[in-house]
């Protein structure tokens, strides 16, 4: 399996970040409530990338929803962006909960690559 990132546009170049880094880097930061209705990805296409699903990719999603673990926090930018959990999110919305644990970087980490275009290749395939 792929090492699992984040990534983001910024400027016309995508920038990655490597989840297990991030889980790291937000060790220590305070854990806060945030309301899911805060967190714009809930409502975006973060995992299909524009191409509508087959119904084996969303119930793979929906495995990892059910596995996922409300006791780690969910991981947001500075600027509150989603970094990583969201499978969580999805998990702490359909159990009816408004919130969800968080942590929040006071400053951005430095992405771990950054490609100097949007290509559906940069977005695909993080070990480019």
Partial sequence: MRAENHSRVVDGRRQHFWTERLWHLSEGLPI??????????????????GVAPTCRQV???????????????????????LMDGGHRVAKAWLAGQATVAAVRFPVDPEPDRVDEDDSEAALTDPLR
């Fill in 59 to 81: 119930a793979e999603h929906a495995r990892r929803i059910q596995a996922a673990d409300l006791s780690f926090p969910v991981i947001l930018s500075a600027s509150g962006g």
């Fill in 32 to 49: 806060v409530q945030v309301p899911i209705e805060d967190i714009a990805e809930f409502d975006q296409d973060c995992w299909f990338h």
